[in-house]
């Protein structure tokens, strides 16, 4: 949290976040968290709202893409609610909460795969997607993969990817083996 309230500071001095000269002798800014929703919130607000703020947005973000998740694959109402619930409440993310750079990249998750889903499964009536809205969906994943990637966590992106690809080829197996 000190690096975003930093970076947040320098942005609205107007300066580059690139170097800081307060922490030791100088330091690279290079590598940090730069998040559209964190950058956003540190730069306007002060530190304690942008966190609450923060930590309300990515909570949101993690029960709503579970939900729609579950949805997705069949779940009704009052069950895609308790995903929701279950991921955003879930022991992995209130112990992490400290380490926002990793709660801010987990949180996108269930996002991708759903997006992942959208691109490669049928539509809501069964039929198959349009490809502009395949390639609609396949945006939209890159802008969730990208908004993972500049959390400043290169560890859970990775596995996030990996979650990713996994996925998708087992979709693409499982819809070969589907018979027409």
Not at 6 to 26: A, E, K, Y
Not at 104 to 123: A, D, Q
Not at 132 to 160: D, H, K, N, T
Request: glycine share 12%.
């Amino acid at each position: 949290m000190p690096g975003r309230v930093l970076v947040g500071q320098l942005i609205r001095h107007g300066q580059l976040p690139v170097w800081t000269n307060q922490l030791c002798s100088g330091l690279p800014l290079a590598g940090s968290a730069a998040d559209p929703i964190g950058l956003a919130a540190f730069t306007l607000l002060s530190p304690a709202a942008a966190l609450d703020l923060f930590v309300i947005v990515l909570l949101l973000v993690a029960a709503h893409g579970a939900y729609g998740l579950a949805r997705r694959f069949g779940a009704d109402r009052p069950g895609a609610v308790l995903a929701g619930l279950a991921f955003a409440g879930s022991g992995y993310i209130a112990c992490q909460l400290k380490h926002l750079g990793i709660v801010s990249t987990v949180v996108w998750l269930p996002v991708g795969l759903l997006l992942i889903e959208r691109v490669l499964g049928e539509s809501a009536d069964s039929t198959p997607a349009t490809p502009p809205r395949r390639a609609l969906f396949m945006a939209a994943f890159g802008l969730v993969f990208a908004e993972q990637a500049l959390c400043g966590f290169p560890q859970s992106a990775y596995i996030c990817g990996l979650v990713y690809g996994s996925f998708a080829l087992f979709r693409a197996i499982t819809d070969r083996q589907r018979p027409l």
